[in-house]
Each structure stands twice: as C-alpha cells, then as structure tokens.
C-alpha cells in the first residue's frame, strides 16, 4: 500500500513562471490538504479538496489555485512565481469521518526553487 | 487566525541528556498534535491530545496537554541520535481538520 505520494521531488523555476506540483493521496484517503513550508517555518495551509471541490482556503493569494480529480488525486498550481515562492510544498492526505478528518498523513514534499 | 507559539527554536544536547519542547496559546485549544521532521524529510504524526491535563506516553517521549488546554510540551528522556529533527506542534482546526503548525524546535543531538 503506497503512502501520499508527490511529484516531482525538485523543481527549479523563474520568477513569472508557472509551475504544476502533483499529488496522489493513501489508499483509500479522500481529502488532500497542501501546504507550503518555507526553510526554518512550519508547514502553513494553502487549501484543501474534497468530492474535487476547494473547501477551505488559507491565506495564500488567488496565483494559488489547486484541482481534485475522481481518483481523489490533485494539483497545486502556482502562477506568475516570486521569489517568496520557493519553499517545500508538502501534501497530506486524510478521510473525511463523522465530526472531521482521520490522521492526516503528510507527502514526501516537492522542493521548489524559484530563480 | 489561530496561533501556537514554540519554544525554544534550537536545542543542542548531548546524547543521553534530555529534551523539552513548549507549545503556547493566548486561547484555549480544543487539541494538540505533535509532529517530527528529520531533517528532508516530512512531518510525521505522533500523537494527538484532546483532554484537559492529559499525559501519554510512547517510550522515552511524554507528551502533556495543560489543565488549561492553553499549553502543551513534548519531552524526550536521554535523547539518542535518532531523535534529531524538527518537533512541532499544531492545532487542528474546526472540522475540516486544517493545520496550524507552530514554528517547531530543531533539535541537535551530540555524541
């Protein structure tokens, strides 16, 4: 049984690129949550997916935009890339249960560098 | 938006010494989990604690939630070195289950 898988694991980029970071949640996991942990930070909420819908959002600008799709796996899309941008963005996939969300198990991450 | 504040930032010790790590909020929290990262590597879960005072145990680690569920501390007795990492806490929020993530405490473990 494969854990929270991610792709790629590094990225290098330039400011004003767009970039596509992929995500494939545990086996029988339904929520995919991302985050983005800048170097010496803790992880902070870009958003969260569910039934392929973004059903919260954390305070991160509208050039962050994500996708779900039926096999439960997402996307995190970044556009017009900053410097700020570079950190690693990590996924974590979870059940949706009664009264919230099962354990959340979090990627191996992708390491993205903007230039 | 809600916050935990993580003390100290960096800890040195030597092996066989012991660790602390604290986990503050101004507001009551309805939970606490705590998480390790090895150095590249991802958060891992530990535990999670949701009672007022609750303590648990999982081998050397001690994990307590304050009486008033504003605080919480992760302990380690006589750190090896594979305890080295990055501890943090977070509170999960509301029922959607997002993540507040303190700053952590990187911890050095000398031989």
């Known amino acids: 049984d494969a854990g929270v898988t991610q792709s790629p694991t590094h990225l290098i980029k330039t400011r004003g690129q767009q970039v596509t970071l992929r995500c494939s949640p545990k086996s029988g996991h339904d929520t995919v949550s991302w985050y983005q942990q800048a170097l010496g930070q803790g992880p902070q909420f870009i958003f969260q997916y569910y039934e392929e819908e973004e059903r919260q959002r954390g305070n991160f600008p509208d050039r962050f935009s994500g996708h779900q799709f039926p096999n439960y796996s997402s996307e995190l899309n970044v556009n017009a890339l900053l410097l700020g941008d570079s950190a690693l963005y990590l996924c974590a996939s979870s059940l949706a249960v009664a009264g919230g969300l099962s354990e959340q198990f979090f990627g191996p991450g992708t390491r993205l560098t903007v230039l | 938006g809600q916050q935990v504040m993580q003390i100290p930032q960096y800890q040195h010790v030597q092996e066989g010494e012991d660790f602390t790590t604290y986990c503050n909020s101004s507001t009551t929290l309805s939970n606490i989990q705590w998480y390790k990262q090895r150095p590249g590597g991802h958060p891992v879960f530990l535990i999670q604690?949701?009672?007022?005072?609750e303590v648990k145990k999982q081998k050397r680690l001690t994990f307590q939630f304050g009486e008033a569920k504003k605080n919480s501390s992760l302990h380690i007795t006589a750190t090896q070195a594979t305890d080295v990492g990055t501890y943090f806490c977070?509170?999960?929020?509301?029922?959607?289950?997002?993540?507040?993530f303190g700053r952590g405490t990187q911890l050095t473990v000398w031989p």
């Open positions: 977070a509170l999960r929020g509301s029922t959607l289950g997002r993540l507040y």
């Open positions: 604690l949701v009672k007022s005072g």
